[in-house]
């Protein structure tokens, strides 16, 4: 499994990356125009992340239009629905409104910062699990 964190806050980056369990590869960024270009050239190179973790604060490119970008880059490549990556927006505030623009633009989780070990633990295990199913089709 490969995972991208960005997130403006070197803190949180490092943070998240240790809470990885061993095995899983990941690579971070600081802004959303870093995390688009890294998602565009791993789906040219044909090895798409599998999960992407996006701050909503991000800056250069702010977490919304950066979600939105990527699935763009993603539909532009013939990437199927059910066959994206996984994008968790985070955020520091609780605002419905934001999260509700998030899903509709193809978020799949939306959390409030600072994210749990457990919360990541599980959505960590989830992805692995559906892309092990994948696998076996």
């Not at 565009?40 to 991000?58: A, N, Q, S, V």
């Not at 880059?73 to 629905?81: D, V």
């Not at 978020?107 to 910062?113: A, K, T």
């Amino acid at each position: 499994m490969t995972v991208l964190f960005a997130d403006g806050n070197y803190k949180n980056r490092i943070w998240n990356q240790i809470r990885l369990k061993d095995g899983i590869a990941c690579e971070q960024v600081k802004n959303g125009d870093e995390a688009v270009r890294k998602v565009r050239r791993r789906i040219e190179d044909r090895k798409p992340y599998d999960l992407i973790f996006l701050d909503e604060g991000l800056s250069v490119g702010n977490g919304r239009t950066t979600l939105e970008s990527i699935r763009n880059i993603e539909a532009e490549n013939g990437i199927l629905l059910g066959d994206e990556a996984v994008i968790v927006m985070t955020s520091a505030e609780q605002n419905k409104e934001k999260a509700l623009v998030a899903f509709c633009n193809g978020c799949d989780y939306y959390l409030h910062l600072p994210v749990e070990t457990k919360m990541l633990n599980s959505i960590i295990k989830t992805t692995q699990n559906d892309l092990d199913l994948k696998d076996r089709c």
